[in-house]
């Protein structure tokens, strides 16, 4: 039942909008799964007159009243919302001033609020100020998410914790200053005031100053997962010292930060009862310990002593010394692991995850020569490889193999255009005499030309060796019978060419002898010439008068025979 | 002739002569008579020993000229040997008469197998006038040579006598000859007559 209301709303909208809110909050919760139109009503004129009354306090609103009647669940929402938020944001500064400022508060709500029954606590009325906002604001939340629950049940079911939640993170923010009124269980504001002073005496000049942000925050979550219990006080103490100690690292402060984050629901508000304290505990040892995860025995609070007091012994040497064997713990535990893809020999598709070879640079054998770069440079000396070439005439052209002859070239026998000499009786005689082999002639034109091409080259090359007789060639046996007068009887060899040496000399009288004509005919006198010409007559009539001897000798012969037959 | 001795023993078989030519026509002398065409006459006069002897001392055949009658005149004598001897003679004669040379014509006398194949040109193709001058000019050639060609490659003599055509020569050739004739008549030119002639008479001398 909302109490007294801040607001001076209308008469008779007011009670209608704080009997819609009555009959809402006295309804089952398993009711408002099923849709029913009195529930929306309902609903409709609370969330009207809770807009109203809190019109005052929000002077940006653009609405005067909250319009309900013909509009969606997420149209009347977001009305609200608008409303809403500039709301928050503006309590918030207020609060935060108040917590500056705590005396401008009793000012304010001495003026403001006479109906107030704690007058001395105005930390109370504050409280119960902000209480009352904060559960309109809570109440509206979740009657929005009510109407909303026509519509869509599960969801807002989680929304609706969800918002609870917020509304229960927020009331623990902002009740940091403020009195804890909030009936958690977790936040005690005494224990937090005392615990703030003892830490920051102690870990006062050790610690930077952008640690100490966190430092809250962690200190925050530490009271929340506190308990009666002084061991965990304890636990927490030395936590804080470990992690003073250790706070030059940044790194560690960082996974803290981490591990906190990665915090669970139940870590904190001890869904599984102790179970949540001691994963809580957990957490905060993140950075010395990774995987404490599986354990969740009570030797972790043991362990966490031992080492607390060892690393306050340690020196930095030791410390080294300590890193180096934590990392070659874990180079050994990574050997009797099964080795990565990438380590492995062979490695097929199938053994290594999906697109893993992408990310592995890998280095693999390119059969190929890579295509040249072209450059300026290269179509220079190749271009002048072609000009020089160009220029020699040197081309590499492909040239034909030689054809090896297969068989020795046919004698081609020409067609002779002329008239044969031979009757064609002869030539048959020929023939048969050939293939009867009685008389082996080859007798044909070719053959003919051979021998005179022959004879020719021969005498060609007497002649080139006698100018030259480096080799000494014989003179060529011709076998023909004529009878040469002038020649020597003895061929003998000399040393000097045929053609310089005086071995075929003649003598002067077998040049010329006395006789024959001496003189030409241009040098004669007229007396000489008449003596040539009778000379010649005398001669002629000498043969001619033997031819007619001869002749008549045949004639009378034949005679003879012509007579002997006719007889 | 009695059998009597065995019945193995046959009478020994008679050896017969072949018949003269006299016996086959029981006595009676025969005839061939082989007339002289006009252009023919003086150089059967000029060549009449070289015709004569042949015949008259080789073949043992009668020869004369009837020179009234314008024919050459054979005859069987009691010794021809062989009754061929005369068709030989007449067909000597004859290829005389159609304008072979004696030298060539001899060969009938000594070879069998030599015939003459006379045909003409409008047997192959029906020309007239400048295109007959033009067929015999093609046929001849310049000087002779294409005819000359042909006779030297196929081993025969041709002789066109205006526009008769005689070859003579063994069957083979003759058909070669005669093949080049008529291309030749037919208007192909000499060059491709020779390349033929060419190629045929290379596989006539692989043959043999």
Redesign the interface.
């Known amino acids: 039942m909302p109490t007294a209301a801040v607001t001076a709303g209308d008469g008779p909208e007011t009670t209608a909008g704080r009997e819609a809110l009555r009959k809402l909050k006295s309804t089952d919760p398993p009711l408002y799964l099923c849709p029913s139109e009195d529930l929306s009503k309902a609903a409709r004129l609370a969330s009207e007159y809770l807009f109203s009354s809190l019109k005052p306090y929000t002077p940006k609103s653009p609405f005067s009243h909250l319009l309900v009647n013909g509009f969606d669940a997420e149209q009347i929402w977001q009305q609200i919302d608008l409303q809403t938020q500039p709301l928050i944001s503006s309590l918030r500064r207020q609060v935060k001033k108040f917590e500056k400022n705590p005396e401008e508060i009793r000012n304010l709500f001495n003026l403001g609020e006479k109906d107030k029954k704690n007058d001395g606590n105005d930390v109370g009325t504050i409280s119960n100020g902000d209480e009352k906002m904060e559960n309109e604001e809570g109440f509206d939340e979740f009657e929005d998410e009510e109407m909303e629950g026509d519509d869509d049940d599960d969801e807002e079911e989680e929304e609706e914790e969800e918002e609870e939640e917020e509304g229960n993170a927020h009331e623990g923010k902002e009740e940091d200053g403020g009195g804890g009124g909030v009936e958690d269980n977790f936040l005690k504001i005494k224990e937090l005031e005392e615990y703030l002073e003892e830490d920051e005496a102690r870990e006062y000049g050790l610690k930077k100053e952008k640690k100490q942000g966190k430092r809250d925050q962690e200190d925050d979550n530490d009271k929340e997962g506190d308990d009666e219990d002084e061991d965990d006080d304890e636990d927490e103490e030395e936590e804080d010292d470990e992690l003073g100690v250790m706070g030059v690292d940044v790194g560690e402060d960082d996974e803290s930060g981490e591990e906190l984050e990665n915090a669970r629901y139940e870590d904190f508000f001890g869904g599984k009862g102790k179970m949540g304290q001691k994963r809580k505990s957990k957490l905060l040892h993140g950075s010395d310990n990774l995987d404490m995860d599986g354990e969740l025995s009570e030797e972790s609070s043991d362990d966490e002593k031992n080492q607390s007091q060892k690393k306050q012994k340690l020196s930095t040497h030791e410390k080294e010394l300590e890193k180096l064997h934590s990392t070659i713990e874990q180079m050994e535990k990574a050997n009797l692991e099964p080795k990565t893809w990438t380590m492995q020999g062979e490695v097929t598709a199938a053994k290594r995850p999906k697109n893993s070879a992408l990310e592995v640079d890998l280095d693999f054998e390119h059969n190929v020569r890579p295509a040249p770069v072209i450059t300026e440079e290269v179509t220079a000396s190749l271009e002048e490889l072609i000009q020089k070439r160009i220029l020699e005439g040197r081309f590499d052209d492909v040239q034909k193999p030689p054809t090896l002859p297969s068989r020795a070239p046919r004698e081609v026998k020409e067609l002779d255009e002329n008239k044969s000499k031979k009757g064609l009786a002869e030539i048959y005689e020929e023939e048969y005499v050939q293939k009867s082999g009685l008389v082996s002639t080859a007798v044909s034109i070719s053959d003919q030309q051979k021998k005179e091409a022959g004879m020719l080259f021969k005498e060609l090359c007497l002649k080139l060796d006698a100018l030259s007789h480096f080799h000494f060639t014989p003179k060529p046996v011709i076998e023909d019978l004529s009878i040469q007068a002038n020649v020597p009887a003895l061929a003998m060899e000399e040393i000097a060419p045929l053609a310089v040496s005086d071995a075929a000399m003649l003598a002067p009288e077998e040049v010329f002898t006395g006789k024959g004509d001496i003189k030409e005919d241009s040098e004669l006198t007229q007396a000489e010439r008449k003596r040539r010409r009778a000379k010649k007559k005398r001669k002629f009539k000498a043969v001619a008068a033997k031819r007619m001897a001869n002749k008549v000798q045949h004639s009378s012969l034949q005679n003879r025979v012509d007579g002997n037959e006719e007889s | 002739m009695e059998v009597e001795n065995t019945s193995s023993s046959l009478p020994v078989k008679p050896n017969f002569q072949p018949l003269k030519a006299h016996e086959i026509s029981s006595g009676q002398v025969q005839f061939r008579k082989v007339p002289v065409p006009p252009h023919r006459y003086t150089p059967l006069k000029k060549a009449w020993m070289e015709i004569y002897t042949p015949i008259y001392d080789q073949m043992k055949i009668d020869i004369r000229m009837n020179l009234k009658g314008r024919k050459v005149e054979l005859k069987t004598r009691p010794d021809t040997p062989d009754i061929s001897n005369l068709q030989k003679c007449a067909d000597f004669v004859h290829a005389f008469m159609l304008g072979f ?1 004696v ?2 014509a ?2 009938l006398l ?2 069998d197998e ?1 015939y003459v194949e006379s045909f003409e040109i409008k047997d192959v193709k029906t020309l007239r006038g400048d295109h007959l001058s033009r067929a015999i000019g093609r046929l001849s ?1 310049k000087g ?3 005819k ?2 042909i ?3 196929t ?3 041709i002789v066109i006598a205006d526009t008769k055509i005689h070859i ?2 063994s069957f083979a050739n003759i058909k070669i000859a005669r093949d080049s004739l008529c291309s030749l008549i037919l208007g192909s030119p000499a060059g491709k007559v ?1 390349s033929k ?2 190629a045929v ?2 596989r006539l ?1 692989e043959r ?1």
Request: glycine share 10%; charged share 30%; with cysteine.
């Open positions: 040379d030298c060539d001899v060969s000594r070879l030599l050639g002779g040579k294409t000359f060609a006779e030297n490659s081993r025969t003599r003579l020569g020779y002639l060419r008479t290379a001398a043999f």
